[in-house]
């Protein structure tokens, strides 16, 4: 007689998270014409910008309704640029949720920008991603009148291409060392 052979088996089904990306980018001084002044690189990737993630509304588990993971307004992850303009938070819970800059590289000013994104179920993917992109001014400073005498010099001399490499360097160095905020 065939007899029949039961065999259990233990298959772990793990939940679908998410990964939210965040590129900063901001302007950097290029250079400097008579006729417009100085010129600005508008896709520079910012390393150090800060941003918090906070849940928004209650996330709840995928696998129970009744437990929740975070509750509105929590603080879910913090994450920082690095090199590339780029920072990229750890797995999150599926949910809805809210990201707001805390802190902007030196000589850029922290508008504070925020936004919304939701980590969707995707029966195709095995992880979901959601991404933002958000781009800051820089941060104007007034000089005196001895700096703007030296400013301006170091700027023509760059604009007329006359410059010496060491002169470009001097030049660079100033703006991006002593006045981060051009």
């Known amino acids: 007689e065939d007899e ?7 298959f772990k089904d793990e939940a679908q998270v998410g990964t939210f990306e965040i590129e900063k980018l901001g302007k950097h001084v290029k ?17 150090g910008a800060e941003f918090e993630i ?16 975070y509750k509105d307004g929590d603080l879910v992850d913090t994450i920082t640029t690095k090199e590339n303009g780029k ?6 819970p599926l949910g809805t949720y809210t990201y707001k800059e805390t802190k902007s590289p030196n000589g850029y000013f ?3 920008k925020s936004g919304d994104f939701t ?4 029966k195709d ?17 007034k000089l005196n009148s001895e700096e703007y005498v030296a400013m301006r ?20 160095k100033y703006v991006s060392n002593i006045h981060p905020f051009l």
């Open 87 to 92: 920072a990229i938070s750890k797995d999150l």
């Open 4 to 10: 029949e052979i039961y065999i259990p088996l233990d």
């Open 153 to 172: 010099s170091l700027a023509e001399t760059f604009a007329h291409s006359s410059a010496t490499k060491k002169e470009q360097r001097e030049y660079e």
């Open 31 to 47: 250079g400097f014409s008579e006729d417009t002044g100085f010129t600005y690189d508008d896709n520079t990737p910012l390393k």
């Open 54 to 69: 906070y849940a928004k509304g209650d996330i709840k588990a995928p696998y129970d309704s009744e437990v929740t993971l």
């Open 119 to 122: 980590l969707k179920y995707d």
């Open 125 to 141: 993917k095995e992880k979901v991603t959601a991404d933002a992109s958000v781009v800051n001014e820089k941060q104007k400073v």
């Open 110 to 112: 922290n508008e504070k």
